[in-house]
């Protein structure tokens, strides 16, 4: 396994940081309206976690995914396994030759509780 040196953090000593942005915590109802406004149907991301199944169970969820959420951004931590995609190709309509790379488009699926973090983040700033 490789190894990296030690980062110089010299010049950190004595800075004097800015003032943090408050904190405004997720509220479960932040988290209930991003996930019902997911696409039912959509493809699902790496997990295989339909939508419509993260919206059935959203009563049972709510709680520990604001509790995960709010931890996300007091920890500055977006957990890894909500950072996957899976990428699929998909032909173009109308392309002649389908051996040219040009000839499909590539679509990456994140994984839902990714969006999910995402979009319960960016409401939760625009507040």
Known sequence: M????DAALDDTIGYD???PLPFEPI?????????????PYREPGPSGIPNIA???ACPFLLGPLT????????????????????????RKPGKDDYTKAKSY??????ETLGKVM???TESVIAR
């Open 105 to 110: 488009r590539p679509i990456a699926l994140e």
């Open 118 to 120: 995402e979009a319960v």
């Open 67 to 90: 509790t995960i959420c709010n931890a996300s951004l007091n920890l500055s931590h977006f957990p890894h396994q909500w950072k996957s995609f899976t990428t699929i190709t998909l």
């Open 17 to 19: 940081y800015d003032e």
């Open 27 to 39: 509220l479960t109802s932040d988290v209930a309206e991003v996930v019902a406004s997911l696409g």
């Open 54 to 56: 993260i919206q059935k």
């Open 2 to 5: 490789k190894t990296f040196p």
